[in-house]
């Protein structure tokens, strides 16, 4: 199969399903140099990748239940264990950061939709390479404290978590949109 149809199989993998190797950070490096290809107004390059493996994920899972405890007090051990395994559950993950500037041609949206496409591409390259992927947000995303202690400017913002591995099983894929419902032909009358 030629890497375009290929793109016909991207599919997303739970992350509690990914498991060594992830890859490595040659193979990462190519991942992000296809990132890099994503569509861009104004060549503002409004993204950047922040990347979390082995024990940094457990750093992380400590960031998530300060997160959570600062968001409900009362939380219940039952949520605050479920929030702390998020981050352990993947052996790698990259966190997709939006860099959003002041431009009067590229409204944020725009900048937003980059950094989107950029994470799209994460997600194409890894699969095309042989790896699992899934991008998540939930909560913790669009949290300040998270944000803060991820190293992120107040200008930034996380577009999502991407998880990656390898397949430990292949799950059915999703069934996608019938295609005929997605498609229409404008003829100007
Ligand atoms: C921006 C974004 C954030 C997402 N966040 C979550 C999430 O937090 N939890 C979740 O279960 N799926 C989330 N998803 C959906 C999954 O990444 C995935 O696309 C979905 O499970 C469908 O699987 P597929 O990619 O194989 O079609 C998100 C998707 C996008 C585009």
Not at 12 to 31: F, N
Not at 72 to 87: F, H, I, N, W
Not at 139 to 145: E, G, Q, T, V
């Amino acid at each position: 199969m030629n890497q375009k149809l290929q793109f016909l199989e991207r599919h997303s993998t739970p992350a509690k399903l990914l498991v060594e190797p992830a890859p490595d950070d040659a193979q990462l490096r190519q991942i992000f140099q296809v990132a890099l290809h994503a569509p861009d107004h104004g060549r503002l390059n409004p993204y950047r990748f922040i990347t979390i493996r082995g024990d940094a994920r457990h750093a992380l899972s400590e960031v998530f239940a300060s997160a959570v405890k600062r968001r409900d007090p009362g939380v219940s051990e039952a949520y605050l264990k479920k929030q702390k395994d998020k981050p352990l559950r993947s052996p790698l993950i990259v966190v997709v950061v939006a860099c959003l500037s002041d431009n009067p041609k590229v409204p944020e949206v725009e900048q937003m939709l980059s950094a989107g496409a950029a994470a799209h591409s994460i997600l194409l390259a890894s699969n095309a390479m042989g790896f699992g992927s899934i991008m998540l947000t939930g909560d913790n995303a669009y949290d300040r404290s998270v944000c803060e202690a991820l190293g992120l400017a107040a200008n930034e913002k996380i577009i999502s978590f991407i998880y990656l591995g390898t397949e430990k099983v292949e799950l059915p894929h999703p069934v996608k949109p019938d295609i005929d419902n997605k498609i229409s032909n404008w003829t100007g009358k």
